[in-house]
């Protein structure tokens, strides 16, 4: 029984040997190919270098297969993460995300990329993808989860933009991220951020085109919800500040004849406050202080409505 066994399996080798094919070793055998699909691994499998995994993986990608591309990138950067082909095989983990729909999971994998490898020949490439990819969420783009669509996601364009800020300050993307944080901050309406962020811009790009911008965004986040004006008037009088100092030092600027009539706005709204304060100190006789109120709206304010109305009551007032 047992020679009969041997005679069965020389069978097949005899064949191999007359045809002049080898028998294929364990780790060959883990690979077919094919005309029509070329080399093919069962799961788990990965090439013997990783160059060839790296080739092998790209021409999925170039084939439009982005699952089973993905699939081969995440195997060269789980068996060969320390080569240089690694950094490649991360980037093309977000062009596959990317190409699939999925804008964060791309961005998480651009920004590892130049995090794990800062070095990478693609550190410009993927600060663009990461800022194409937040002025997307920006303008309305949602965010996938489980696969489904979900409402807009301008929070992720705040992290993206935020992201570029700080592993790419010193590059083209770093001021424009800076400034889209702001613009992100003003869409979703928290002021106090993107004061924070046109402020910084300012600071830290002092050349940057984008300054006069920023200036005019800067007092626009600081005016926001400041028209009534029986509240704080800080938020009112930093806009008033910026304002001005735009429109000083960028007078031939597109913006400026908007900046100018937002400045009469708020002008009037403050001496409006102001001669609100004055009347409250008339009320509790306290003349000495409501003078003080109407002097200041019509040496301030001389071109609002409120300062020939102060005029009027300092005449009034007694001596």
């Known amino acids: 029984m ?85 950094p490649l095989a991360q980037y093309f983990l977000g062009r596959c995300e990317e190409a699939e729909g999925d804008g964060y999971a791309a961005f998480l994998a651009y920004r590892k990329t130049i995090q794990v490898y800062p070095s990478t020949a693609q550190f410009e490439e993927v600060l663009g993808r990461m800022y194409d990819l937040g002025n997307q969420f920006l303008g309305g783009k949602k965010r996938r989860v489980l696969g489904a669509a979900l409402v807009p996601a301008r929070d992720k364009a705040a992290e993206i933009f935020q992201a570029i800020v700080e592993d790419g300050p010193f590059t083209q993307y770093g001021e424009l991220g800076q400034y889209k944080l702001g613009i992100t901050y003003l869409s979703l309406g928290e002021y106090e951020q993107a004061v924070s962020a046109f402020e910084q811009l300012i600071d830290r790009y002092p050349k940057s085109p984008l300054v006069d911008d920023a200036r005019f965004q800067l007092a626009q986040a600081s005016l926001r919800g400041t028209f009534r004006p029986g509240y704080d008037q800080h938020p009112t009088d930093q806009a008033l500040g910026e304002l001005e100092t735009f429109v000083q030092e960028y007078p031939s600027s597109e913006l400026s004849p908007e900046a100018l009539e937002r400045l009469k706005v708020l002008q009037e709204q403050r001496a409006e406050h102001e001669f609100g304060v004055a009347q409250f100190y008339e009320r509790q006789h306290q003349s000495a202080s409501a003078r003080l109120y109407y002097q200041g709206i019509v040496e301030q304010y001389p071109q609002t409505s409120w300062a020939p109305k102060a005029a009027a009551q300092l005449q009034a007032l007694p001596q």
């Open 2 to 86: 047992k020679a009969m066994s041997l005679r069965r399996c020389a069978i097949p080798l005899l064949v191999l040997a007359l045809a002049g094919i080898a028998p294929a070793s364990r780790a060959e055998a883990a690979w077919m190919w094919s005309p029509n699909t070329g080399w093919v691994g069962p799961s788990g499998a990965v090439k013997d270098t990783p160059h060839e995994q790296l080739a092998y993986a790209q021409s999925l990608f170039d084939q439009h297969d982005d699952k089973r591309a993905k699939v081969e990138f995440q195997k060269l950067l789980k068996h060969y993460k320390d080569s240089t082909e690694a």
